[in-house]
């Protein structure tokens, strides 16, 4: 898999750190999963956070931090064959993932959410805020332009899509704040499916309602 588009620095400091939102961290755990230059920096982060907490002494700070290996040689074959299967058309999802949504993105119940789009929204837990979501966009659909009010985090999980930041492939994060407005075409062929995560669920919302909008004439 060649992933082009990463999660930003920013996100990852919060994700190592244990900051960021629930909704927003399963779609960085989704990525690193798939991504072994995000999941170095997460491991580097966390080793620096550690080092901060004092449980190193000052002197060695003036050190690079020590990389730390990947928890298990082992675990990571497994991540990374969940990796390949996640973007063959009937494959598996990655790992972090399967727990929130099944193995099997074809077992998934969609919910038609406008003209070729459709959704299927992520139970989190009880007090956490956020949205999450899998977006399924047919081949060659337009999403209605639409900005961001907070922090959103897309990973692609099948097929792709191309907006004015590019094009966005399996394994790709677009890691967008408010100050981006867009407008994504699924691919012609293969359309997309995508998890969505953001910071607020009535930001979603807006786009939701856009989708909706020329359904219900509202
Ligand atoms: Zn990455
Ligand atoms: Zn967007």
Same mark, same amino acid.
């Given at each position: ?9 920013a996100?990852?400091m919060?994700?190592?750190a244990g900051?960021l939102?629930?909704a927003?961290?399963a779609?960085?755990a ?6 072994g230059?995000?999941?170095r ?6 080793c620096?956070?550690?080092a901060?907490?004092?449980k190193?002494?000052p ?5 690079p ?6 928890a ?7 991540e990374?064959? &969940?990796?390949?299967a996640?973007?063959? =058309?009937?494959g !598996?999802?990655?790992a972090p993932?399967?727990r *929130?949504?099944? @193995? ?8 038609r ?13 009880k007090?956490?805020?956020g949205?999450l979501?899998l977006?399924?966009?047919?081949p060659g ?12 985090l897309?990973?692609v ?5 191309t ?8 394994g790709?994060?677009?890691?967008? &704040?408010?100050?981006?407005?867009h407008? =994504?075409?699924? !691919?012609?062929e293969?359309?997309?499916?995508? *998890?969505?995560a @953001?910071?607020?669920k ?11 909008q020329p359904l219900?004439?509202?």
């Amino acid at each position: 898999m060649k992933i082009a588009h990463h999660v930003d620095d920013a996100t990852l400091m919060s994700y190592a750190a244990g900051s960021l939102p629930e909704a927003l961290g399963a779609v960085v755990a989704a990525h690193i999963s798939l991504c072994g230059p995000c999941r170095r920096e997460v491991a580097d982060l966390e080793c620096i956070g550690t080092a901060l907490m004092g449980k190193v002494t000052p002197a060695s700070l003036s050190r690079p931090a020590p990389r730390i290996p990947p928890a298990d040689a082992r675990d990571n074959k497994i991540e990374a064959s &969940d990796a390949r299967a996640a973007v063959e =058309p009937c494959g !598996d999802l990655p790992a972090p993932l399967v727990r *929130l949504v099944g @193995s099997d993105l074809s077992s998934v119940r969609w919910k038609r959410l406008g003209l070729g789009v459709w959704h299927r929204p992520i139970p989190l837990s009880k007090n956490a805020k956020g949205d999450l979501r899998l977006i399924k966009v047919a081949p060659g659909q337009v999403m209605p332009e639409h900005g961001h009010g907070g922090s959103e985090l897309t990973l692609v999980l099948t097929g792709s899509y191309t907006d004015e930041i590019g094009r966005f492939g399996p394994g790709d994060v677009a890691d967008l &704040d408010d100050e981006i407005e867009h407008s =994504p075409v699924a !691919d012609q062929e293969t359309g997309c499916i995508c *998890l969505i995560a @953001s910071e607020e669920k009535a930001r979603f919302k807006g786009l939701i309602a856009r989708l909706v909008q020329p359904l219900t004439g509202l």
